[in-house]
């Protein structure tokens, strides 16, 4: 059955070429060269032309080379063993595990049914302030991080991982340093995630055409996890990398290209990936949160471009800090309203107080005296950015919002803040010094680790 | 009609190319045989005696050999009573029935009929026997929701037929005979509730095309007032990510005053087609009581769908469009977004290795959007009633640049260009229409000299704002100063609106008259004031009691209170001079 072609009529780039029949669109096949077995795929067919897309790259083959159709098309094991382990972009062990072949499933699927999806209603605790309170992620969000090169998104996303309520988080890594891949495996072993975690990993050494099949292989199998009613995280990083992978195999292949050397449908690309974040409804959910990194620190760089029409919100990274201006989550508002009372409140008067000090220090900077309502402005800002906004505060939604109530009572007088007057009786607490909170000791507690936080 | 069978000779992503033997047309429905599926697709191109189809569905396994069914048919979509309130894909497949079949995902090669086949229908028949009629001419009617849905000659019928036989009026599917028309040669057609049109060709049954004149009123003030759109007229909103496209949409289509409104998502979010699917059926129209759902249909291909049936997806939406105005009513087409349709003509010129335009996109862009706004349009039926299809298409430039190619070519072709503005969305200016970017050709509902005094309001406080960058405020004029003032209580107090606001949300045509002769006797009252900061302070407040004035009802005694206190307010001021 399996038929063995032995002349490779051409080869450029990572596509090679032969003549064979019975061929399908997508189909798999095994490439053997000097330098090992390949897998490849059938990405266009011509008559008796077939050409394959070789995934370790088309270096060390030969014209008498052989290629073996498989028959199927490119597809990963999924099983329960999948979890606590680390493979390549085509699906092979990346540790020292032994590879899976069991219950094959095949990766790429169909888009869901529209009809078949649900609102959005369900919040992801993070334990980060900056997304909890102030842009909620919401199960089923997709979700990008804009950064710079240099921004720490990477930690950030290992520490969203660790700290967020999912059943199972899936890393795709795209284009990754070798050590940003072992620091993300080594975070996870370290604080005991590894073992509901599936890492997908390609870096930077690795054959392009393995980084593009990332997303695929992961939300392939994420989904299916979500299909077993199972809350999964899918972390993308970076699609920048992704779209470079599309772009370097289209120009390969002569395609000619839209903006900025990207191929035309770089948008559906990307679409048909993020799409993915689903809820089942009486099932599971898929989570996305990807890394956009944005060359130049350029919005407008087709990439983030592309990502901002399909996402829902985008969260900007800057000095290493969520940054409240621009980022945004379009779903929070089909949570937030269902946490506590006052979470609306304190998320619009902190944000507002925030830009009134933004504003203050551009008054300070260009010399202006300080009025009395500018010092309190300059206390407060100091302190949200030090207790809210350092990525290293893991605190409850609720003791965040608390400790917003805390900085706001610590600096301002309650109608200075403009919040409604039935919430500051409930929430506003006494002066700082005299006990008053509800929970002193859990006050207490938060407030030695904001100061640790603070060193 | 015999049986034409091509083979599969090459396949490039949705791409196929097939050798035939027997003749094969241009825009052709082929059917791709795969294992046990087929998968549809479109002739696009043909050269010598291979044909090049787009197929509407993932093409992975498709061998080199395979059988291909030429079907004789363009591209089409079925039109009968039943569309309303539906839900369908790109290729009019319904998909709440697909998803009953298929579960959670969408399997290739399942195409479902588009309207009920077991439904009775209650059938009036109105042409007589013996009656000349021609095409689009009412053989009888079937009321749909709060329509009478008119059963017509089917519009593809040339030249002029007799009424042979009429059925009796009673209840019928939609695949039940309905009448039978002889011809001039004597030749009898059997026509049924259903007929089908290829969505590529409009539907030109009519007397004749006449100018859009009538407002169409959306109850948005900075729309209905500064840009407005008329009732079969064609608009654009471009705008970058994040400046609201897609919500001015969905509060367009809950307010517009139109009979039906058709959405066509055309390559977005699934996420906000959701939401529409499952608000709508819960909320009231307001002018018949009725759910929402009953006067809306829902064309939806989102961007993870596949991309060639993205294409068809607005012609599927117009073609529809086009059938209820034959029946004198008053349609709006809402197509987000037009950028998505023409990546996917992108896609495909690509594939097809065509010479690039700007941008990789092709050489026809241009007239194949200007022939798609062209669709739309009042007309006069041929029984002397009128009908208009309104087209209204968000454009998604990138990097939020108008000057690129989708942008361009549609401005050409629009009679309204409702520009949305990052700086204005970021400072929670909504809905973020650029009050000195955009314009309407089309006549509005409130007097045009106020209009243009207004306008000039807003364009001298931008150009003292301006100024002011520069200057500082110091540096102004009080007089100047106040101009600037004036300009930001218009925008604040009237531009902007409360979309989510019961009352704000949703202005009328009297209320809007009333609101904006008041607004515009305070930008042209002369108002003096001792300095800079009272002059603020002052107009802050009227702001905000104008704003509160805009959230009350208009028949309540509050809104008289609240106008008398403008006046006081204004009467202050003023007497200084």
Redesign the interface.
Known sequence: MHKVYHRIEQIAGNVIMVRA???????LAQVVGTLGVSLAQV??????KVSLQVFAGSRGISTDGQVRFLGH?MDVSFTEALLGRVFDGSGQPRDNGPALDENRIAIG????????????RKMVRTGIPMIDIFNSLVESQKLPIFAAAGEPYNELLARIALQAEVDIIILGGMGLKHDDYLQFRDTLEENGALSRSILFVHTAADPTVECQMVPDISLAVAEQFA?QNKRVLVLLTDMTSFADALKEIAITME?????RGY???L??QL??R???AVD?EGAGSITILAVTTMPGDDV???VP??T???T??QFYLRNGRIEP??S?SR?KQQVNGKTRDDHRAVMTTMIQLYASYKETLEKQSMGFRMSAWDNKLLIYGERFEKEMMDLTVNISLESALDLGWRIMADCFEPEETGVSSKLIEQFWPAKAGTAGKETPDEAAADETQAAEKAE | MSENVGT?????GNLV?VHFDKPVTQGEVGFVR?GEIALKAEVIRIRSDNAELQVFE????????DPVDFTDNLLTVELGPGLLAQ?YDGLQNP??E??EK???????GMYLKALDREKQWDYTPVARQGDEVTAGDTLGTVPEGIFAHRIMVPFGLTGSYTVAETTEAGSYTVDQMVAKLRDEQGTITEVTMVQTWPVKVPIKAYAERLRPTEPLVTKVRIIDTFFPVARGGVYCIPG???AGKTVLQQITSKHADVDIVVLTAC?E???E???T??EFPELTDPRTGKSLMERTLII?N????P?AAREASVYTGVTICEYYRQMGLNVLLLADSTS?WA?AL??MS?RL?EI?GE???PAYLESVIAAFYERGGVVKLRDGGLGSVTIGGTV?P????FDEPVTQATLKVVGAFHGLNRERS?ARRYPALHPLDSWSKYPGVVDTTQVAEARSVLHRGNEVDQMMKVVGEEGTSIEDFVLYLKSEYLDASYLQQDSFHDIDGATHAERQQYVFAKVNDILAAKVFFPDKDSARKWFLQLTSVTKDWNRVAMDTEEFKQLEQRLDSMLAEVSEHA
């Open positions: 029949e019975g061929v399908a669109s997508g189909e990405i266009r067919l011509e008559r008796d098309k699927g169909p888009s869901v049914n529209p009809a078949k999806r649900i609102i959005p299909l395609q000619i290209p839209s903006n191929p035309g449908d948008y559906s679409a048909s993020y799409e993915k089942f407008t760089h087709p471009d592309n901002g029409y399909i829902e919100g201006f621009g945004l779903l | 599969i000779v090459g396949v490039s190319t795969t993932d093409t992975t396994g498709v061998k080199v050999g839900v998909l709440p697909l998803a298929t579960g959670f995902f969408l399997q290739r970058p990510f994040g390559g979010r699934a996420g087609v959701v939401e699917l499952r939806c989102t961007s993870s769908m991309v998505r990546q992108r896609e690509g290795e690039p941008e990789a996109f998604s990138a990097g939020g640049n970021d």
